[in-house]
């Protein structure tokens, strides 16, 4: 069960406990349930004030074991409930309070309604940030969000919003910048990318249109199981193109 973030003296205040660790490690040790957790996306959830790691006087992130428990049970909210971060952030609170607040089941009906299973499995709500919190969390301005876009390589769902992984997108191209990387040039990428999509979505369609509930279900799983094997293989063949060995 969640203990509360609260617990503990010296949250947010210089860590001076060997126990706690640095956001490298947390990373090794949330890869394991998490293959596709990036320091980028840890450092947006504490953006978004779900988690509250300690910090050293020279201001590096160290974390908790309970920090690290928590950010367990937000990415098991997103991956297997599809929770925006509003509902997720009311949760931790419940329980923080000690009270018990079932998750939503995938396939699961409200009201028995059979009628609106085909749109639940056409797309579950994901974790969505507005451009502000987009362009505080990636540390970017309106001038190199509007270029990116502007390729293709970030781009605003139908309400305005953004999907929570755009950070990661962001963080990486701001980072490919650095050596001399631009926008222009990761269009290929892009194309690249949209086509393993298209692959992966040819496969899991019929699952998705099935009328059983809980087939839709399995099609949300082998997406990502399909999606973890192509990024996989495309690091892979890139490593083998370049003739090197990538951590």
């Known amino acids: 069960m969640l203990r509360s ?37 840890i450092r947006f959830l504490e953006a978004e004030g779900l988690i509250e790691p300690q910090r050293t006087p020279s201001g590096y992130r160290k974390f908790s074991a309970e920090d690290v428990e928590r950010l367990g049970l937000v990415l098991r909210m997103q991956r297997d409930h599809y929770l925006p971060l509003k509902v997720i952030r009311e949760h931790l609170e419940a329980l923080e309070r000690g009270e ?67 950070v990661t997108v962001a963080a990486l191209v701001a980072e490919l910048g650095r050596f001399g990387i631009e926008p222009r040039h990761l269009r290929l990428m892009k194309a690249a990318a949209e086509r393993e999509a298209g692959l992966v979505d040819q496969v899991v369609a019929p699952l998705r249109r099935h009328r059983n509930p809980q087939t839709r279900t399995h099609a949300e799983a082998r997406t990502r199981e399909l999606a973890g094997l192509t990024m996989r293989l495309h690091a892979a063949l890139v490593r083998t193109a370049l003739g090197v060995r990538l951590p």
């Open 5 to 41: 973030p609260s617990g503990g003296a010296g949250r947010g205040t210089a860590a001076t406990d060997s126990g706690l660790m640095s956001i490298g490690t947390v990373l090794t040790v949330l890869r394991e349930e998490f293959p596709e957790v990036t320091i980028s996306k």
């Open 100 to 166: 018990a607040v079932p998750l939503p089941v995938l396939g699961q009906q409200r009201q028995g309604d059979a009628e609106a299973a085909p749109e639940a499995a056409e797309g579950p709500t994901a974790a969505r940030i507005g451009r502000t919190e987009l362009l505080a969390a990636a540390g970017i301005d309106e001038a190199e969000l509007a270029e990116w876009e502007s390729y293709g390589l970030i781009s605003a769902l139908p309400d305005g919003a953004y999907d929570a992984e755009v």
